[in-house]
C-alpha cells in the first residue's frame, strides 16, 4: 500500500489526547463497568450505551477484572506529559503517511471519509457525515464511558466517535493476536470502525444488540457488516481523491489484501477463543469466526456495493 505524495492530509478529521488516567473520571452512563469493557449483553439497552469494539472477545476473555494489558501503554505510572498535537500537524501530506504510523493512521481516515462521502448518497440516497477519529493514550473519557488503553479500537455511536489507542496495534494485533500487521492490515481495522459509523448513519447499528451472542446474533451480524464495509472502501480505495483530485492511495497490491484478510483472521471470535482458552464456544462469539470475518470483507471487497453487505438477511455468514 502507498500513498500519494501529493494528496493532502486533513488533520480536523483526527484528534490526539495524551494521557487521561483510567482511574480518574467516573464512567458515564452507558458506560463501561467493570474491568472496563463491556462484556456481551453488557451495560443497560439504552441507545447510548451501545458500544461496538472490534474486539471485545479479546479484552474481554483476556482482561476481565483488570484495566491494562501487559505490554501496553498507559500503566499507572504513566501520565501524559504530551498532548501530541504537535505531531499530528507534521501529518501534511501522502508523503508523510508514507513514513508514520501516525499519519497513515490519520490518511486512512480522510482516504475512507472521503469514499463514504461520495459513495453513501450514490449508493443509499443517505448523505454521509464525517466522524472524527480519536487517538489518545492510557485513557479518555467517552460518551459510551471511561475508554482505557487495554481496549481495541471501537466506534461510540453517542458521540460519533471513532477511539483508537496506537499501541493496540504493536501490542495486540501484531502482538498477543499474532497477526502479521502492516499499514493496510491497520487500515482494515480502521475502516471496519467506520464501517459501524456508517452503519449507525443508516439506523442498523442497533441491531446488534438483538439476539445477544453466538454464530447467528445480531452482533456477529453487524460485526461482519462492518467487516464488509471495510471491503467496500477497499474496492475502491485507489480512486479516492483529496479536495485537490489527488488520489490518497496510489498502490494496493494483492500482498496488502493479504495484510487484511490476516487481521481478520486473526481477530476471528474463534482464533481468539483458541488463542486465550484453548477451545472454543460458539455461543459467546460477538463478532464472528476468522473464516467468516474474510468471507465478508472479501465480498466487499469484490462487489464493493453496500447492497452486497446485507448480513442481516444472509441465510449463511
Ligand atoms: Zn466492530
Not at 43 to 58: C, D, M, P, S, Y
Not at 73 to 95: I, K, M
Not at 113 to 121: G, I, M, N, V, Y
Request: proline fraction near 4%; aromatic fraction near 8%.
Amino acid at each position: 500500500m502507498k500513498f500519494n505524495p501529493k494528496a493532502r492530509l486533513d488533520t480536523s478529521q483526527m484528534r490526539r489526547r495524551g494521557g487521561q488516567r483510567t482511574s480518574t473520571g467516573s464512567p458515564l452512563p452507558g458506560g463501561m463497568g467493570g474491568g472496563g469493557f463491556p462484556m456481551p449483553g453488557g451495560t443497560g439497552g439504552g441507545i447510548g450505551g451501545i458500544i461496538v469494539f472490534i474486539l471485545i472477545a479479546i479484552v474481554a476473555t483476556q482482561c476481565t477484572g483488570v484495566t491494562s494489558i501487559p505490554g501496553l501503554p498507559g500503566g499507572d505510572d504513566e501520565v501524559s506529559t504530551a498532548p501530541d498535537a504537535a505531531s499530528l500537524e507534521a501529518c501534511q501530506t501522502g508523503e508523510d503517511a508514507n513514513n508514520s504510523q501516525l499519519c497513515a493512521i490519520l490518511a486512512t481516515v480522510n482516504a475512507v471519509q472521503a469514499f463514504w462521502t461520495d459513495a453513501l448518497p450514490e449508493q443509499t440516497g443517505q448523505e454521509y457525515r464525517e466522524a472524527q477519529m480519536q487517538e489518545f493514550t492510557g485513557g479518555t473519557t467517552t460518551e459510551c464511558g471511561q475508554a482505557s488503553s487495554a481496549m481495541g479500537p471501537f466506534y461510540c455511536p453517542a458521540d460519533e466517535y471513532v477511539y483508537l489507542e496506537l499501541g493496540f496495534f504493536d501490542a495486540m494485533l501484531e502482538g498477543q493476536l499474532g497477526a502479521e500487521g502492516g499499514t493496510f492490515a491497520e487500515a482494515y481495522v480502521v475502516a471496519h470502525e467506520y464501517g459501524h459509523h456508517v452503519q449507525n448513519i443508516l439506523g442498523d447499528l442497533s441491531r446488534a444488540q438483538s439476539g445477544g451472542s453466538g454464530p447467528e446474533s445480531g452482533s456477529v451480524r453487524v460485526e461482519l457488516q462492518a467487516d464488509c464495509y471495510a471491503g467496500v472502501w477497499a474496492n475502491s480505495a485507489t480512486t479516492v481523491v483529496d479536495e485537490n483530485g489527488e488520489v490518497f492511495i496510489t498502490e494496493l497490491t494483492q500482498a496488502d489484501i493479504e495484510q487484511a484478510i490476516d487481521a481478520a483472521s486473526a481477530v476471528g471470535d474463534d482464533r481468539i477463543q483458541e488463542r486465550t482458552q484453548g477451545q472454543v464456544n460458539k455461543e459467546s462469539w460477538t463478532h464472528g469466526s476468522a473464516d467468516q470475518r474474510i468471507r465478508w470483507f472479501m465480498t466487499g471487497y469484490e462487489k464493493g456495493l453496500v447492497s452486497s453487505c446485507d448480513t442481516f438477511s444472509a441465510a449463511t455468514l
